[in-house]
């Protein structure tokens, strides 16, 4: 099982989450590309640690929404979307090759991860440059990227709370964000073990997902992440980052890091 986080959410003076310590415990790092959070340096300084604890990059996208960090939904023409998605992975890419390291996968982030009328868009983008999408089981971005011949990675939310029809509770609705951490790592190892989770109304509901999500702004992340992997070791399942060999990295392959 993968463990991933979103990171690099911070801009300029402002800082949200404990990027070093998510990056010690996930196994694949989703750095926003600074258009929905994140800036050059931030890119940088979380690339550089992904490459010190071995956890893979992925481009974590949105739309051009710092104000509202890319939760707000906002209308765009299909192509420019695309090019801004395309634009924000090309950035990552970049920094990322500065620290050794490639960009394995792409994840959209906030409202666009919701969105249907701007899936293909997304799925264009992602032909574009080369990379898997991470997204939810049974969404219609999973359908249209696995329709167009991308890897599909299918993700879980161990810190949010679910629908009965498996899709996620909306942030705006009481208890959509779960914060104790007992309870996370409940709903972490029926995912990873059982490849379920319980909706808000007690509905069992199969949940096949190959990586699972911790949000590095949920208060305690940390803490969090570090009990979710040590019950996910405790149960026996491995944790290992989804992209390997698999994955075709965009910008070429990796190269040492400079001493």
Excluded at 91 to 107: C, D, I, N, P, W
Excluded at 127 to 155: K, Q, Y
Excluded at 208 to 236: E, F, K, M, Q, Y
């Amino acid at each position: 099982m993968d463990l991933n986080a979103d990171l690099g959410e911070g801009f300029g003076q402002w800082s949200l989450g404990d990027d070093d310590g998510l990056l010690a415990l996930v196994t694949s790092a989703n750095v926003a590309c600074g258009f929905h959070a994140g800036d050059a340096g931030i890119m940088r300084r979380v690339c550089a640690g992904a490459a010190e604890h071995g956890v893979a990059v992925g481009a974590q996208v949105g739309y051009r929404d710092l104000a509202g960090f890319g939760r707000r939904k906002i209308a765009y023409e299909l192509p420019q979307l695309r090019d801004e998605l395309i634009y924000q992975v090309g950035a990552l890419v970049a920094v990322a090759r500065t620290e050794g390291v490639a960009v394995r996968y792409l994840k959209p982030h906030g409202a666009l991860y919701h969105s249907v009328e701007h899936v293909p868009a997304i799925v264009e983008a992602a032909i574009e440059v080369g990379l898997p999408v991470l997204c939810a089981p049974e969404s219609v971005l999973a359908t249209a990227a696995g329709d167009a011949n991308i890897r599909v990675v299918f993700e879980g939310f161990a810190d949010r709370a679910y629908r009965p029809d498996g899709t996620l509770l909306p942030r705006d609705k009481p208890g959509a964000v779960i914060g104790d951490t007992e309870e996370v790592v409940a709903r972490a190892l029926i995912m990873a073990v059982d490849q379920r989770v319980i909706a808000v109304d007690g509905t069992v509901v199969p949940h096949n997902v190959d990586s699972i999500c911790v949000h590095g702004d949920t208060p305690g992340a940390v803490t969090i992440a570090r009990s979710v992997r040590a019950a996910l070791a405790a149960a026996g399942v491995p944790l290992e980052n989804f992209s390997g060999r698999e994955a075709r990295a965009a910008g070429g392959p990796e190269r040492p890091r400079r001493s």
